[in-house]
Nanobody
Framework: QVQLVESGGGLVQAGGSLRLSCVAS????????MGWYRQAPGKQRELVAS?????????SDSVEGQATISRDNANAKNTLHLQMSRLKPEDTGVYYC?????????????WGQGTQVTVSS
């Protein structure tokens, strides 16, 4: 079982920056993808950015150029970060950390509890 714990959300003014972090604990299989999803009020959860265990990154169009995703796998810890800058009110939402691990032919899917980000105009 894997547990994901997010931190770093909060209230920030438009144009500001913040850094989200997520720590994965438990049995994390080595081939995996960690990512951040965002759920804005009244909208579906959407993928914002992700990074594979071998370092390949993906960014949605909505954050391309204003976000940097990174991960630290040192010392058997899987820590995920999302650095966001030039925040806009439309970046408001609950940000969820996700881990997808390939276990044989199966994919184990884990979610954190979410952290609220509110960007005021």
């Amino acid at each position: 079982q894997v547990q994901l714990v997010e931190s770093g959300g909060g209230l920030v003014q438009a144009g500001g920056s913040l850094r989200l972090s997520c720590v994965a604990s438990g049995r994390v299989f080595p081939v995996n993808t960690m990512g951040w999803y965002r759920q804005a009020p009244g909208k579906q959860r959407e993928l914002v950015a992700s990074v594979t265990s071998d370092g390949r990154t993906y960014y949605s169009d909505s954050v391309e150029g204003q976000a940097t995703i990174s991960r630290d796998n040192a010392n058997a810890k899987n820590t995920l970060h999302l650095q966001m800058s030039r925040l806009k009110p439309e970046d408001t939402g609950v940000y969820y950390c996700n881990l997808k691990a390939w276990v044989g032919l199966n994919i184990d899917d884990y979610w954190g509890q979410g952290t609220q980000v509110t960007v005021s105009s």
